[in-house]
């Protein structure tokens, strides 16, 4: 009898680390670009394969295509929030952001990952940097590219599946 329970704990255990590890399918992939450089590849990924913005979970990742520091990216989410009117956030994560974000080398990958309730979660490398737990901050990180106001439309497109508002 404990074999048998050893075995489905087992069984268990495994299922649910390969759901975890493989539970995204993409939604949309895109190249981000300024001017004549390659910035990121940017890849959307959620449960079921579609994306409507607010829900989750969802998981954004960026693989730079050139390196850069973390004070550059942190400037760069503040500018973003700035042309999207969320005026709140600029300088509000500064700090957060500057300790968990490390400088980016060429290939290295960010990922921000929300759970079902909104919080959030960056990796870098598939490794865990740290939770943002603030549903406020998942969702107006993610607007920077999946607004329909973001600075980038023709990238948003791609990233939600070539879907119109």
Do not use: C
């Not at 087992?10 to 993409?26: D, M, P, R």
């Not at 079902?116 to 598939?126: K, R, S, V």
């Amino acid at each position: 009898m404990k074999l048998i329970h050893v075995t489905l704990l087992f069984i268990t255990l495994t299922l649910s680390a390969y759901v975890n590890a493989n539970g995204f399918k993409t939604v949309g992939e895109a190249k981000m670009e300024y001017l004549f450089w390659d910035v990121y590849d940017a890849k959307l990924e959620t449960p079921t394969g579609s994306y409507e913005f607010g829900e989750h979970p969802v998981k954004l990742t960026l693989t730079y295509l050139r390196n850069f520091d973390a004070k550059d990216i942190v400037k760069a989410t503040n500018e973003q929030w700035l042309h999207l009117g969320l005026v709140d956030m600029v300088n509000t994560y500064d700090e957060k952001l500057l300790a968990l974000w490390p400088n980016i080398k060429k290939n290295d990958s960010l990922s921000f990952e929300t759970n079902p309730q909104g919080i959030g979660t960056f990796y870098f490398n598939n490794d865990k940097l740290g939770v943002v737990e603030d549903k406020k901050f998942a969702d107006h990180f993610l607007a920077i590219w999946l607004s329909s106001d973001t600075s980038e439309p023709s990238l948003r497109k791609q990233l939600i599946g070539g879907k119109h508002d």
